[in-house]
């Protein structure tokens, strides 16, 4: 019998870990997080704490029936258009700041 106690597979090496947090769930200036400067600071947190992985899933367009569920998706390789940061556009200059509006309710 193979002493299994001494195999070591490559592909298990070296370990790591992270964080499961879809991006919605940090702040965000419109109404939910998106892909702007708090996912950037939020990468800096996790780099800062050793972490390796950042889980999001899905991040695809949610679906509408019922209840707008991001797993209910139409399409399994399109990005939703909520998680597009907004500030970060109009810095750039491609979208009107007047444009940019807080969520209303």
Known sequence: MRDLTR???????????GVLLHVTSLPGPHGC????????RFLEVLAESGQGWWQMLPIGPPGRAPG???????????GSLWLV????????GLLPPHELKPPSG
Do not use: K, N, V
């Open 7 to 17: 195999t070591r597979r490559p592909d298990f090496l070296p370990r790591s870990s």
């Open 85 to 92: 940061a907004l500030t970060s556009i109009a810095r750039q």
């Open 33 to 40: 997080g998106d892909l702007g400067a708090e996912a950037h």
């Open 68 to 78: 707008w569920s991001p797993y209910d998706s139409a399409s399994a390789f399109a």
